[in-house]
């Protein structure tokens, strides 16, 4: 068991090492997450930018507050982007470099999941709104990372194994439970680094976009790569589960 954690661990280094140049791709993507929540509370919302900041909750909650064309186009393109974006860079981790899909087909695929997960974070914030105290935004919240944890590897699962939605999250839980504990551990680091990186951008910015910027960029920087180690070790997880042949096993 020691020996076969000391070979994840090489690999992942490995692999950090090989693609590290994906850490600028990382941080783009985290980038576009922080940036389209701004943007559509600037178009719900007339208020300075630290309200903006404390207010963000993203396009399709803002929609179901305010509905409206921009907030839903805002959505739809963030959702088509993110979806084209994040498959290039997961091909790309385990191959040549990629800006999008291999397939329309792939694509689809991830564009259903990711928009399974934007609605699932949208009725969490939602369900946190409608009253019922503190009890409603407990569950709300253990809900919403329970259903994260259990998907943790189903984006891997379509774009590297060729899984359709439903096979991708049965893999995906299956692996979860393989390495249960990592898994926990890593989707944990990013949580916090990001939670702790906007605290920080909030009670240290002025009442300016100009002003916050530079922490803004910092934060993306910082959590990005974050995000970019943990994206590496939860896909040496996967493929290394894929490949002992674990999941084929009933």
């Not at 020691?2 to 994840?8: N, Q």
């Amino acid at each position: 068991m020691e020996g076969t954690g000391r070979a994840l661990v090489q690999r992942v280094t490995a692999v950090v090492r090989a693609k590290q140049f994906l850490v600028f791709f990382a941080i783009g993507l985290y980038a576009l997450d922080v940036s389209v929540p701004l943007l559509s509370a600037r178009l719900r919302l007339d208020e300075p930018f630290l309200q903006l900041l404390q207010h963000a909750q993203g396009p399709l909650a803002d929609a179901a507050t305010r509905p409206g064309l921009p907030l839903l186009a805002l959505f739809a393109a963030d959702l088509l982007l993110r979806t084209w974006l994040r498959a290039g860079y997961l091909r790309s981790l385990t191959g040549a470099f990629h800006f999008g899909a291999a397939s329309g087909g792939q694509y689809v695929r991830l564009l259903a999941l990711l928009a399974l997960l934007d609605a699932a974070a949208a009725g969490a914030i939602w369900a946190t709104k409608l009253g019922g105290g503190q009890t409603i935004v407990v569950v709300a919240l253990v809900g919403l990372l329970a259903l994260s944890l259990a998907l943790a590897y189903a984006d891997y699962a379509i774009v590297l194994s060729g899984a359709g939605p439903l096979r991708a999250i049965a893999l995906s839980w299956r692996t979860v439970r393989l390495h249960f504990g990592p898994t926990v551990l890593l989707l944990l680091m990013v949580t916090l680094a990001s939670g702790l990186a906007t605290g920080l951008v909030a009670s240290a910015a002025s009442g300016s976009l100009a002003g916050a910027l530079p922490l803004l960029l910092m934060q993306c920087v910082v959590v990005g790569g974050v995000a970019f180690v943990a994206d590496v070790t939860l896909l040496v997880l996967y493929l290394a589960t894929v490949e002992s042949g674990q999941l084929t096993r009933r």
